[in-house]
């Protein structure tokens, strides 16, 4: 996990300055350097919605990279011990997302929320790829190699995109701010007007040499592209470094066939 990694791709994306950035959530710009960069403690869960409201984003996508607790978690913990037992149980089931998902529909038909709506869900990953979008264990010398192969399969879906257009788009958002958001795992990412959003996938045969943001080689690529320019383009960015921080390069990369990455996709989003 490295958030820091995160809340820059989002920031750079989002067209804000460090000093912006830091002026807005009440820090200097050396403490928020620190933290994009992993020289600082994680911000508490409060910092940490602060960053998120200001980058357009649920709070919940930054503390589920962090590992960290919502303090609202925490604040009904308080207030119903017995709340705490019904967690270790769903635990010491070890339900699935899928399966969870149907406790979370159980619980909106008995007891819906009064007051308070469930918070925005980012958009789902899974559905930008296609099987033949999807590339396994894939040997190459370095990350561009990987991502020229991604930009032919995107490319193969969409002939009125010339690969050279979107190569040179990818190369100068990398360029901005890296793409590298640990755990394995690279999210390079292109606006290009009109396009809807996809996505393309690679797993590498062997782990890559690259500067990342934790030390870890890459395992795995997922390219996006699209002309969406708003909030829910940055919440697709935080949603893939939430996955990546929830081992999806290590779950992905003994699969064999694109549809048993579609199938683990989509259990891990059943509950988002």
Do not use: W
């Not at 038909?109 to 894939?138: D, N, Q």
């Amino acid at each position: 996990m490295h958030l820091g990694a995160t809340i820059r791709l989002l920031r750079v994306d989002a067209g804000l300055s460090l000093r912006d950035l830091a002026r807005r959530i009440g820090v200097s710009s050396a403490y928020l350097s620190r933290v994009e960069h992993g020289l600082d403690a994680v911000p508490t869960p409060e910092r940490l919605a602060a960053i998120a409201r200001e980058l357009d984003v649920p709070p919940t996508l930054l503390m589920d990279v962090a590992h960290r607790v919502n303090p609202f978690v925490a604040s009904y913990l308080e207030q119903v011990p017995g709340a705490g037992t019904l967690f270790l149980d769903i635990a010491r089931r070890r339900l699935s997302s899928s399966q969870l998902a149907r406790v979370r529909d159980f619980l909106d038909e008995e007891f819906p929320a009064r007051g308070a709506s469930r918070e925005e869900s980012a958009p789902a990953l899974a559905p930008l790829l296609t099987p033949e979008r999807v590339i396994l264990k894939l040997s190459c010398a370095a990350m561009e190699d990987a991502r020229d192969m991604a930009i032919g399969r995107i490319c193969g879906a969409t002939p009125g995109v010339p690969a050279a257009r979107l190569a040179e788009e990818l190369a100068r958002r990398e360029a901005e701010a890296s793409s590298a958001v640990g755990n394995g795992v690279a999210v390079p990412h292109a606006i290009i007007e009109g396009l809807t959003p996809m996505a393309a996938l690679v797993t590498l045969g062997k782990p890559l040499r690259h500067d990342t943001p934790d030390g870890q080689p890459l395992r795995l690529l997922i390219v996006l592209v699209g002309g969406d320019r708003g909030r829910a383009r940055l919440m697709r960015l935080a949603h893939v470094a939430r996955l990546a921080s929830h081992g999806l390069a290590t779950r992905l990369q003994d699969a064999q066939h694109p549809r048993e990455v579609l199938t683990h996709l989509e259990e891990l989003e059943a509950l988002r």
